[in-house]
């Protein structure tokens, strides 16, 4: 295989930018068919790329005022007549208007920038009507997924993506001429087949984040209720105290602190759930269960939910000593040592307690206030294999750990006294630590000799009960074939 061979990209989904074949398309004629927000961008954007604009409108005189003067706006007809590449920037609903036009359009590059209001709403692609209802032009369906924002504010201020697809090469390779020109990536998704994926995109509305989102709400849920009948339905039964004014903040404070520090556990619990597997079955060619491949793929948006969780806790925490009923009670407890005449209310233990505690917290905040900046795009892109994994996986792990120790600070013998087992529940703390202990000690059982080595010759290729053909000489110098299983 050439050098040329080997610097192609393997996937088909491909950038078009730095084609050597690729020409300079600035001072040509484009054709824009519609008088829309998006045809209105389209025609500035073209034009300060040193395009000659021509735009067709049913009425033209009352729509020149909207676009730019150095744009010609007339007739579609004659839009048409004025150019070879024209971009259709009306809906789907109207493709039928433009059957006039059929005769004129005739070998004609038409550029699709249309999209649906649902996704899959209709049985084809809008690229795929439009070519059907004009077979003897050339359809590439493009710039769908560029808003009319960015358009006008330039490649710099919003996604510099053109997504691009059509079963003509060379028209394929004029549009993303054009997009390079107006500054921005055309990346080649094939043939028309991929129309409808890419007029999917823009109407999904973060679908990664779905699963991690749902995920984050339960747990808070769970963790809220579960705070609420410690610290308000508790008082007020056993002992008719009105806790109520708890649940704004110091409620949703110590809920937060669980739910970020369970979502931080949860980004490494699937590592260790896939590396069981892959010891148990000794092998890696094994596919893990859908549920698990979908957990493997969600752990950066859990990771940076758990970052969020924890950043409110710490605004949240700061804002403890500003409320009211705060001051009240220093108030109060100024009074009543007063009354008791104690002169020194220092205790040493709760003092070393809270230093040790905050302490540790922010350190752990630090962490991941790191692994949230390194999970960007711009910034993991700076970043060799080595340096993401490091940071990651390995300063991950550490965050965990001192977020362990986070917890444990701020329990401290709380566990042991019967007074915090309101309703004989269990202070708050002692259930985090359940699967954040979990990951870690398991964490360091793969750290031993013979499972870490054993683990990693099964993500090297070897298989538990494989047999491997081996060739042995003979006394007679012939040789002869053999096999042998290959964990003996």
């Given at each position: 295989m050439s050098r040329g061979d080997m610097a192609k990209p393997l996937l088909g989904h491909r950038s078009m930018e730095g084609d050597p074949s690729s020409t300079p398309a600035a001072g040509r004629s484009i054709g824009v068919l519609g008088s829309g927000d998006?045809?209105?961008?389209?025609?500035?954007?073209?034009?300060?790329?040193?395009?000659?604009?021509?735009?067709?409108?049913?009425?033209?005189?009352?729509?020149?005022?909207?676009?730019?003067?150095?744009?010609?706006?007339?007739?579609?007809?004659?839009?048409?007549?004025?150019?070879?590449?024209?971009?259709?920037?009306?809906?789907?609903?109207?493709?039928s208007t433009l059957c006039d036009l059929a005769d004129v359009l005739a070998g004609k590059i038409l550029v699709d920038v249309s999209n649906n209001t649902e996704i899959n709403h209709h049985k084809e692609s809008n690229a795929e009507y439009l070519a059907s209802l004009f077979p003897a032009s050339t359809v590439v369906k493009g710039f769908n997924v560029l808003s009319a924002w960015t358009l006008q504010s330039g490649a710099r201020d919003g996604n510099k993506q053109v997504l691009l697809c059509s079963n003509n090469q060379e028209a394929k390779r004029t549009v993303a001429e054009i997009a390079q020109v107006m500054g921005f990536t055309p990346v080649d998704m094939g043939c028309m087949s991929s129309a409808r994926e890419i007029e999917n995109i823009p109407l999904r509305l973060l679908p990664?984040?779905?699963?991690?989102?749902?995920?984050?709400?339960?747990?808070?849920?769970?963790?809220?209720?579960?705070?609420?009948?410690?610290?308000?339905?508790?008082?007020?039964?056993?002992?008719?105290?009105?806790?109520?004014?708890?649940?704004?903040?110091?409620?949703?404070?110590?809920?937060?602190p669980c739910v970020a520090y369970v979502m931080l556990s949860l980004?490494?619990?699937?590592?260790?759930?896939?590396?069981?597997?892959?010891?148990?079955?000794?092998?890696?060619?094994?596919?893990?269960?859908?549920?698990?491949?979908?957990?493997?793929?969600?752990?950066?948006?859990?990771g940076l939910l758990s970052f969020f969780c924890a950043a409110l806790h710490a605004v949240y925490s700061l804002c403890l000593p500003m409320r009211r009923s705060h001051r009240y009670q220093l108030i109060e407890m100024a009074v009543k040592q007063a009354m008791e005449k104690?002169?020194?209310?220092?205790?040493?233990?709760?003092?070393?307690?809270?230093?040790?505690?905050?302490?540790?917290?922010?350190?752990a905040l630090g962490l991941l206030s790191l692994l949230a900046i390194t999970s960007l795009p711009s910034i993991a892109n700076s970043l060799n294999w080595r340096e993401f994994t490091f940071i990651q996986s390995t300063l991950g792990f550490i965050a965990l750990v001192i977020s362990t120790l986070h917890t444990l600070t701020y329990g401290w013998s709380r566990a042991f006294d019967e007074n915090q087992y309101k309703f004989y529940l269990p202070p708050t703390y002692t259930l985090t630590l359940l699967v954040p202990c979990t990951v870690i000690i398991a964490k360091v059982i793969f750290i031993l000799?013979?499972?870490?080595?054993r683990l990693l010759r099964i993500r090297r290729g070897w298989e538990k009960g494989r047999y491997v053909k081996f060739v042995l000489p003979s006394a007679t110098g012939e040789f002869s074939s053999g096999e042998t299983s290959s964990n003996v």
């Open positions: 998006f045809a209105r961008s389209l025609a500035i954007r073209l034009v300060c790329s040193g395009f000659k604009v021509v735009v067709g409108s049913r009425n033209p005189k009352r729509k020149a005022n909207l676009f730019p003067s150095a744009a010609e706006v007339t007739f579609q007809a004659e839009a048409v007549k004025k150019t070879d590449v024209i971009f259709v920037a009306v809906f789907r609903e109207h493709y990664a984040w779905k699963i991690p989102v749902f995920l984050s709400l339960g747990l808070f849920l769970c963790f809220f209720t579960y705070n609420l009948i410690r610290q308000v339905i508790h008082p007020y039964i056993r002992e008719q105290k009105n806790k109520l004014y708890k649940i704004p903040i110091e409620v949703v404070n110590t809920t937060l980004v490494y619990l699937p590592g260790v759930v896939a590396a069981c597997s892959q010891l148990y079955y000794g092998t890696k060619y094994r596919r893990f269960p859908d549920w698990l491949d979908q957990w493997l793929q969600h752990r950066k948006q859990i104690k002169m020194n209310i220092w205790v040493e233990e709760e003092v070393w307690r809270m230093e040790i505690y905050l302490s540790v917290g922010i350190i000799p013979c499972i870490q080595q």
